[in-house]
Nanobody, 120 residues
Framework: QVQLVESGGGLVQSGGSLRLSCTASGNIFRIDNMAWYRQAPGKERELVAGITRTDITNYADSVKGRFTISRDNAKKTVYLDINSLKPEDTAVYYC??????????????WGQGTQVTVSS
C-alpha cells in the first residue's frame, strides 16, 4: 500500500507565495512520474505540473513562469512552489504519483488534497 500526504496549503494574498509538499510512504520500490493537479469549485480537475523521475518537467500554460515543480527522490517528496499567486489559482491541489510497488506492481495514487485560497 502507498499513501500520499500533501501539506502547505492555506490562505494567501494575491501576489504571495506558497510551497506545497507531498510525501509518499508505504510499499514503494520506485516512484516514477509525479504531478500536481488542482480543482476549483465547479471546474474539472486539471493538470498543473508534472515531473519525471529524472526531473523532466511540464506545466500548464496558466502557471508557466509562476509555478515550479521539483522532487527529492531520497525523501520521496514532490514540491510545488507557487509564486505571484492570483485569485484564479484558488483550488484544492492534489498530488499524484505513479508508483512501482515493492511487489513490482504499477499503480497510480492520489493525495487527499490541500486547499489554496488566494484573496484579492
Amino acid at each position: 500500500q502507498v499513501q500520499l500526504v500533501e501539506s502547505g496549503g492555506g490562505l494567501v494574498q494575491s501576489g504571495g507565495s506558497l510551497r506545497l509538499s507531498c510525501t509518499a510512504s508505504g510499499n514503494i520500490f520506485r516512484i516514477d512520474n509525479m504531478a500536481w493537479y488542482r480543482q476549483a469549485p465547479g471546474k474539472e480537475r486539471e493538470l498543473v505540473a508534472g515531473i519525471t523521475r529524472t526531473d523532466i518537467t511540464n506545466y500548464a500554460d496558466s502557471v508557466k513562469g509562476r509555478f515550479t515543480i521539483s522532487r527529492d527522490n531520497a525523501k520521496k517528496t514532490v514540491y510545488l512552489d507557487i509564486n505571484s499567486l492570483k485569485p484564479e489559482d484558488t483550488a484544492v491541489y492534489y498530488c499524484h504519483a505513479n508508483v512501482l510497488t515493492t511487489i513490482l506492481r504499477r499503480n497510480d495514487y492520489w493525495g487527499q488534497g490541500t486547499q489554496v485560497t488566494v484573496s484579492s
